[in-house]
């Protein structure tokens, strides 16, 4: 079963950057969408961004284009969200996610996870004004 460790979290002041990674085990063989969410307190969880490793195609949300940019190694099965001019508003908790696109992973207009996805932990992100 596919597993999902994010790591690169932490408190930044705004301007700043950070960088998530998400390693992802037993997973490399079928196509897949993977890339992160997040969910602020009180906030319904939205997509950041995604990348599919069939065609590279990669999506990010209207609120974090220009400023995040997702990669990924597939020699280490690790994805990457590098995250720079960082905002309050970017404070939430990030999950890492992931789902083949033959069970209804999607990175294209968009990026969806169907319930039968897998899910990291998640990692705090903090940006202080």
Known sequence: EVQLVESGGGLVQAGGSLRLSCAASAFTTVDYAIGWFR?????????V?????KDDSTWYADS?????TISSDNAKN????QMSSLKPEDTAVYYC???PLSKGGYCMVGYYIPSGGTWGQ????????
């Open 122 to 129: 998640g990692t705090q992100v903090t940006v202080s004004s």
């Open 49 to 53: 961004s995604c990348i599919s490793n």
């Open 64 to 68: 974090v284009k220009g400023r995040f």
């Open 39 to 47: 969910q602020a307190p009180g906030k319904e969880r939205e997509g």
């Open 78 to 81: 690790t994805v990457y969200l």
């Open 97 to 99: 996610a992931a789902a």
